[in-house]
């Protein structure tokens, strides 16, 4: 299985300021998928991050208040714009196996708290 | 659409079996997973299992599947305090790119 980091780990932000989270992998991967973890909940979609294309968002979720970058096939950022405390959440990303991409693995996430 | 739901909690005591249930909806699922997240941790793949088998096993663990039923569950055998975690049930679908649903989770305390 693929090495998946996330930085930072955990961080505690103010209303209406954005947050940049980085997901590093020690290995080429096809698929990139970012998700939240709302307090107490099961994980929800964000998108599936492109590498040199746009991401694709699922319902709900848009380009303006998730922007997310794939330079390359190990590395991609989620950023959390104008942050409000329902943003608190932990924000993991996943990626495919390498050698059956059915699989996917996860990161350790990023617990995020807005006051 | 797709719905995945399981019961929210389960207790059991160390060395019993524990059995997490899972049901869901899309028919048209290819792969069904289990993942552990254990408190302040990401989310462990334990196991998964094609849509087309009956059951899987893999050492304490023993993945149940009832297409016709659309039910999926999750035996851990002996269990012990370390498997105290929350477990997620998640479905793909072949024509969705790998994208996983996930169910609620169930909280499962094992006492000593």
């Known amino acids: 299985s693929a090495v998946i980091s996330q930085k930072p780990s955990r961080d505690i932000c103010q209303r209406g300021t954005s947050l940049t989270i980085q997901c590093q992998v020690d290995?080429?991967?096809?698929?990139m998928f970012w998700y939240r973890q709302q307090p107490g909940q099961s994980l929800t979609l964000i998108a599936t991050?492109?590498?040199?294309?746009?991401?694709?968002?699922e319902s709900g979720f848009v380009i303006d208040k998730f922007p997310i970058s794939r330079p390359n096939l190990t590395f991609s950022t989620l950023t959390v714009s104008n942050m409000s405390p329902e943003d608190s959440s932990i924000y993991l990303c996943?990626?495919?196996?390498?050698?059956?991409?059915?699989?996917?693995?996860f990161g350790p996430g990023t617990r995020l708290l807005v006051l | 659409g797709e719905d995945v739901e399981q019961s929210l909690f389960l207790s059991v005591r160390e060395g019993d079996s524990s059995v997490i249930n899972c049901t869901y909806t899309?028919?048209?699922?290819?792969?069904l997973y289990w993942y552990k997240q254990e408190p302040g941790a990401g989310l462990q793949l334990l196991t998964y299992?094609?849509?087309?088998?009956d059951m899987k096993q893999d050492q304490r663990l023993t993945v149940l599947l009832n297409k016709k039923d659309k039910h999926l569950s999750l035996r851990i055998a002996d269990t012990q305090t370390g498997d105290s975690a929350i477990y997620f049930c998640?479905?793909?679908?072949?024509?969705?790119?790998?994208?996983?649903?996930f169910g609620g989770g169930t909280r499962l305390m094992v006492k000593p």
């Open positions: 991050a492109n590498q040199g294309s746009e991401a694709t968002y």
């Open positions: 899309d028919s048209s699922s290819t792969y």
């Open positions: 290995s080429q991967v096809t698929m």
């Open positions: 998640a479905e793909s679908i072949s024509n969705a790119g790998n994208m996983l649903t």
């Open positions: 996943s990626v495919d196996g390498l050698a059956f991409q059915e699989t996917q693995y």
């Open positions: 299992i094609f849509s087309n088998m």
